[in-house]
């Protein structure tokens, strides 16, 4: 069955760092996310990426993320200037498009990421 | 106002019985989608079973199933036979159909299911 997968499943960078994490979505499918997971809190949506672009973010996601599909595969989150704040299971999703209703979301096994 | 609550932050249930999770939602769209997600203690999240506001039926995937009651916006799942695979985080979400895709979590249950 196909999934989403992510790299690292664990990542431990120091504040200020620049960080890439990377997923590979559903083969066909055309929307992606990301969402973060602060230890013992809800998941929360950052950013959702379609025909090359962004087409919603969160209040979260400020000048210091980006996300960028590099090729016909991948799809990256990278955090500019890591902060303590930062440290999060960030996890990737993907759901087929351009359909509504009924779209469900697949989530990669997710990266924890570690700012120190 | 919160969109999703979940008032159960944890709950045990004995093996081979049923356990009910509760989840209420707030909103003003006509159309709108409402997911269970279960997260193991290994981290992922694992979709569990959907609930369109125009269905007409509750949604059952095997064990799971949705008791969905439209006018009280609530979106509880039920498992049946618990098994100690269930233990796990669970959490609801929901998409409000005005375009945006983002979902809209709860605070989660923690279900521990007990030989």
């Known amino acids: 069955e196909p999934e989403v997968t992510q790299t690292p499943s664990h990542q431990v960078t120091q504040m200020g760092q620049e960080v890439i994490l990377r997923c590979v979505p559903i083969s066909n499918h055309l929307y992606f996310y990301w969402y973060r997971q602060i230890l013992g809190q809800k998941v929360e949506f950052l950013v959702s990426f379609y025909n090359n672009e962004i087409s919603e973010k969160s209040e979260i996601f400020d000048d210091q993320f980006s996300v960028e599909r590099p090729d016909g595969s991948n799809f990256t989150l990278k955090i500019r200037s890591t902060k303590l704040e930062d440290s999060a299971m960030y996890f990737c999703a993907s759901s087929e498009g351009p359909r509504f209703s009924g779209e469900t979301q697949y989530f990669g096994p997710g990266t924890r990421l570690l700012v120190l | 106002a919160q969109k999703i609550t979940q008032t159960q932050p944890g709950m045990f249930v004995q093996e081979k019985e049923a356990v009910t999770l509760d989840c209420t939602y707030d909103?003003?769209?006509?159309?709108?989608?409402l997911f269970w997600y279960k997260q193991p203690s290994s981290g992922e999240m694992i979709f569990l079973i959907y609930?369109?506001?125009?269905?007409?039926q509750n949604a059952t995937e095997g064990r799971y199933s949705l008791n969905f009651q439209k006018a009280r916006k609530s979106a509880n799942l039920v498992i049946s036979a618990s098994q100690l695979g269930d233990s796990a985080m669970y959490f609801c979400a929901m998409r409000e159909d005005t375009g945006r895709r983002a979902l809209t979590f709860g605070s989660g249950t923690r279900l521990q299911v007990q030989p």
């Open positions: 909103t003003s769209d006509p159309s709108y989608g």
């Open positions: 609930q369109g506001s125009y269905d007409q």
